[in-house]
C-alpha cells in the first residue's frame, strides 16, 4: 500500500484487537500491541515478531503518531516495516529503541 499499488480496507486497518499480519519481503511476520484495544494515544508502543529471522528478542517499537516524517518516495531505502506503519499512522516517527532497523 505505500507505493499506492493497493489499498488495504478499513477492517484491515483498524482490527478489534491490535494485531496486524505483515507480509514483506516474501514472507509473513506480526505487529501486535500488548493491549487489547488499537493504541489511540500521541505514543504508544507495538510490538514486533518475525519467525523466519529465527528471532529470539523481544522488538518494540515506539510509535508517536504526529511527528510529521515525511513519506519516503519509491528509490529510497527505509525499513519496509516503517512504511507500512506510516501507512496506518502517516508522518509517523518509529524508534526502535536500541534494535536493530529491519530492512
Not at 519481503?25 to 501486535?32: D, G, N, R, T
Not at 529471522?53 to 518494540?60: G, S
Amino acid at each position: 500500500e505505500h507505493f499506492d499499488y493497493f489499498t488495504v480496507g478499513a477492517h484491515l486497518k483498524d482490527p478489534r484487537n491490535p494485531v496486524w499480519v505483515i507480509c514483506s519481503e516474501s514472507h509473513y511476520s506480526v505487529l501486535f500491541a500488548k493491549s487489547r484495544e488499537v493504541p489511540k494515544e500521541r505514543e504508544f508502543d507495538l510490538f514486533y515478531y518475525d519467525e523466519l529471522a529465527k528471532q529470539e528478542e523481544e522488538i518494540r517499537l515506539t510509535i508517536t503518531t504526529d511527528a510529521g516524517v515525511p513519506k519516503v518516495s519509491k528509490g529510497d531505502m527505509a525499513p519496509p516495516l516503517e512504511d507500512t506503519i506510516r501507512t496506518k499512522w502517516p508522518g509517523a516517527s518509529i524508534n526502535w529503541n536500541g534494535s536493530d532497523r529491519i530492512l
